[in-house]
């Protein structure tokens, strides 16, 4: 089993190895997504090869593995690149990805075919599980690839990944409660995680596609205050929390973020800001900047 993150790692990754600047918090449904044209390139890791059918494989001990989040994160990155430099061969690979995601999608969804355990959580998701992150990655990536092309084949794809929204996770979705408000779980395990940068993903891929359906409208708005609600909770003093499963599986589950990771945390706020102003988000993006520095 895997015992450290593998849905998020090689972000992380590209982001550590990137020059960590103060967050910009501009953010467009059809611009870069996020400092990704700033990064190094993902596709370029060793641990990683994009395969004829468009999705990623990742390495891992057991081998290489098809993962839906690392094939969406090298399609926007690609985008990023092709608006920053005009290059041609950023657009093909950024609707390479977009066109394997709509291929691999069954059911609305993109499985994952290997276990994978949660860090801290102790609890082992078995193979054929989904994520709301890879579900927000892939709906950020299938809308500007339709605003690209015009072609509503990406469109028609990121609407049907909306499906596990309305799905709670006992019942194979992704929807769990905060507070009374919904959560969107990038790790559906049965004890609530409540990762923080998958949800922020999560609703980054739903505002993303608010622009073209009123369910994704809906679903972003209930995600907005359950963030609102639940960012006082992350805050561990001298980093983010990773996730909250010291709080739902007790002490032994404390998971601090590490530093690539708050940052993203930071990302995420500056960019949500941005889109949809709160003091909340200000107030607990600058926090968990302090301990960037």
């Known amino acids: 089993m895997i015992r450290r993150s593998v849905v998020g790692a090689?972000?992380?990754?590209?982001?550590?190895?990137?020059?960590?600047?103060?967050?910009?918090?501009a953010y467009s449904r059809t611009g870069p997504y996020l400092d990704f044209g700033a990064q190094v390139a993902i596709s370029k890791l060793p641990e990683i090869k994009l395969a004829r059918d468009g999705m990623a494989r990742v390495k891992y001990p057991f081998g290489w593995q098809r993962n839906p989040v690392t094939t969406a994160n090298i399609g926007l990155q690609a985008h990023a690149f092709y608006l920053v430099d005009g290059r041609r061969a950023h657009r093909r690979l950024a609707l390479r990805t977009a066109t394997g995601l709509v291929r691999a999608q069954e059911g609305g969804v993109w499985r994952y075919a290997f276990p994978f355990t949660v860090g801290g959580m102790g609890?082992?998701?078995?193979?054929?599980?989904?994520?709301?992150?890879?579900?927000?990655?892939?709906?950020?990536?299938l809308t500007r690839a339709y605003e690209m092309t015009g072609r509503r084949v990406y469109l028609r794809a990121a609407v049907r990944a909306l499906r596990p929204f309305r799905t709670t996770v006992p019942r194979g979705g992704v929807v769990r409660r905060y507070e009374g408000r919904p959560w969107y779980e990038e790790y559906p395990t049965p004890t609530p995680s409540y990762v923080l940068n998958g949800f922020g993903f999560t609703l980054l891929g739903l505002y993303d596609l608010a622009a073209h359906s009123a369910e994704a409208r809906k679903r972003f708005r209930g995600g907005y205050?359950?963030?609102?609600?639940?960012?006082?909770?992350?805050?561990?003093?001298?980093?983010?929390?990773?996730?909250?499963?010291?709080?739902?599986?007790?002490?032994?589950?404390?998971?601090?973020?590490?530093?690539?990771?708050?940052?993203?945390?930071?990302?995420?706020?500056?960019?949500?800001?941005?889109?949809?102003?709160?003091?909340?988000?200000?107030?607990?993006?600058?926090?968990?900047?302090?301990y960037d520095r």
Not at 10 to 25: D, K, N, P, R, V
Not at 123 to 138: K, R, V, Y
Not at 266 to 276: F, H, M, P, Q, S
């Open 123 to 141: 609890e082992t998701l078995e193979p054929g599980w989904i994520s709301a992150m890879s579900q927000g990655l892939a709906m950020s990536l």
């Open 225 to 290: 205050a359950a963030l609102l609600a639940a960012l006082p909770r992350f805050d561990a003093g001298s980093t983010s929390w990773y996730h909250l499963g010291h709080m739902t599986k007790g002490p032994q589950a404390r998971f601090p973020a590490s530093p690539a990771y708050n940052h993203i945390h930071v990302l995420l706020l500056d960019a949500l800001d941005y889109v949809r102003p709160h003091r909340t988000l200000r107030i607990w993006r600058e926090q968990f900047r302090s």
């Open 10 to 25: 090689l972000m992380a990754l590209a982001l550590a190895a990137a020059t960590a600047g103060e967050a910009s918090g």
